[in-house]
Every structure is written in C-alpha cells, then in structure tokens.
C-alpha cells in the first residue's frame, strides 16, 4: 500500500471559513506529496483573531494578530533540514504552547508539525488585498507548509509556495470562494 500523507483538521464551528475541512485536508495531504513528505503528518488549527493575537505575543514577542503560525515537529524544523532558515526569529520547533495539542498518527510516519491559521486575519486580508478568499487560504497554507518543511523567507521559499499553489488550485477551483460554514 502507498503511503498517504495524514492531516488532522480542527474546525471551529463559530468560525466562517472559505473551504470547509474536508477540502483543507485534501490540500495539506497534496502539499505533503508534492513536497516530498508523503509519509508524513501534520495538523492544522482554525481559530479566531484573539487567539492568535495570544500566540503570536507569546510565541514571537509581536503585537496583533497574524494570518498563519508554523510549529514544526522538534527535530523536524529548519535547522535540521534545510540549514538555518533566511531571515527566522524564532525557533517554533518543539513544544507547542498551552491549548494546541499535536494529533497521534500511525507508527512510521514524520510528524511535520501544526499549523495554526487566523479565520479573521484570513478574511480580512483576503478582502485588503483584492483576492478570492478561497486562493487566499491556499496561499497562506502553502506559506505556512514551507515553514514546517523549514523554509525561510526568499526566492527559495516562494517558488515551493508557487508549486504548492498551483498543485492544490485544482481543489479550490469549484469550491465556494465566499466565507461560509466551516464544518
């Protein structure tokens, strides 16, 4: 049997999203085997503004919210993989602060890490910057995948984010591109 990529999803039903979960799992499992991570798992939490305000302060010492957080896995961060990232300020790796929890996986799998994403920043850039909300959320999660594989920002990074774009546009495509029902 091939190996599949494993993705856990935890929706906030309160929250709007452009994608429902079922959709944002397709996509992180398509990242992890375009990214060369096939056997890989990692997780993704959807949450509101004054959470991630919360995280960012006590993760990166910054004010405000912002649209997606990377965590990757201890011993599975920049510095092992890809040298030392360009331009990081902080190591995310390791433990994950209070209230996110790392989701179990199958034994023999590379757990990447989690991903924390910002319903309300989402929104409100997407509309900020002119784009569908659903292309949006695509782009965020292929940055925010870059950093658990341990890209830094550069060159480097944005043409794996370009890859990863066009390779899950297939899944957003058809996809209701306004804010809806998450679950």
């Known amino acids: 049997m091939a190996n599949r990529a494993s993705v856990s999803v935890r929706p906030d039903s309160a929250l709007k999203m452009p994608l429902d979960a079922q959709r944002l799992r397709r996509i992180l499992e398509l990242f992890c085997k375009a990214g060369g991570e096939d056997n890989a798992r990692l997780e993704l939490a959807v949450t509101d503004d004054a959470r991630m305000e919360a995280l960012h302060r006590q993760c990166l010492d910054r004010q405000g919210p912002t649209n997606i957080l990377a965590f990757p896995a201890k011993g599975f961060s920049g510095e092992v993989r890809r040298g030392l990232p360009n331009g990081s300020s902080a190591d995310l790796s390791g433990e994950l602060p209070e209230g996110l929890t790392r989701a179990p996986g199958a034994k023999g799998t590379i757990f990447l890490g989690s991903l924390v994403l910002s319903a309300d920043t989402l929104e409100r850039e997407a509309f900020l910057y002119g784009q569908e909300a659903g292309d949006y959320c695509l782009r965020l999660l292929a940055h925010g995948f870059a950093h658990l ?35």
């Open 149 to 183: 594989l341990g890209y830094g920002h550069g060159a480097e990074m944005e043409r794996l984010e370009e890859k990863l774009a066009q390779a899950g546009s297939k899944l957003v495509d058809g996809a209701s591109l306004t804010f809806g029902s998450y679950s």
